[in-house]
């Protein structure tokens, strides 16, 4: 089914953040854009997440293009993450991570900005795949990744509507925070003890401002 791949990137993330958000993204995914209503059916793009507030309660769609999801099932980046397969499963990690951010704010009753929400997308499929590639070669590190995430992806203003600098601006201090991650992730074994994730974990849980203020003292160190 067309969850199996969703399903394990999903338990990817929230075994790196340690999240227990109480549901799952493939309860709310619709591969239908028709199911939506007025312009919202009309949107471009194979990943977005609609979010809404009715009598003060949460409602959430994941969309993510049923195409997509039929390539990534038939080449799984669970099994291997390729230059075939990399688009693919950086939309489906984006579309899960930006689920699982709102959701783990909303259960603590936390507002979260849309450029956070890109911000730590932009990590989420860095770090991801950083261990997706450590599976397959353990005793090679990913040195690419970074520049291929962050130096040569491309904003595409059409799917962008306005918000270029708001994704420009995400992508450049998540470019920070990886960059500092890196040596700490060279050094890293698959039995390391897990301190580089509680650094992680910490982050995920700061605020906004808190977050943006971490990696700026980063970059000043």
Known sequence: MPGDTL??????LTGIYDLEVGCR???FLVTDRQAFPGEC????GDEQLFVSAVDDELCMSLYLDPAMLE???R???????????VADCWTALEGVSHFLCVAHNAGHDRPVSRLMLELQAEIDKYVASFLLLRRQSPNRFPAELHTLLFRCT???????????SLYRHASRYAA???????????????????????????FYRLSDFGKLRHIERLAGA
């Open 7 to 12: 399903g394990r990137l999903e338990s990817l």
């Open 25 to 27: 993204v493939g309860d």
């Open 41 to 44: 059916g009309n949107a471009s």
């Open 71 to 73: 390539r990534l099932e």
């Open 75 to 85: 080449q799984d980046p669970s099994d291997e993450l390729n230059q075939d397969n």
């Open 154 to 164: 491309r904003i595409d203003p059409a799917l962008a509507a306005g918000h270029e």
């Open 176 to 202: 920070r925070f990886c960059a500092r991650l890196e040596p700490r992730l060279r050094a890293l074994r698959l039995t390391d003890d897990g301190t580089w994730l509680g650094e992680l974990r910490r």
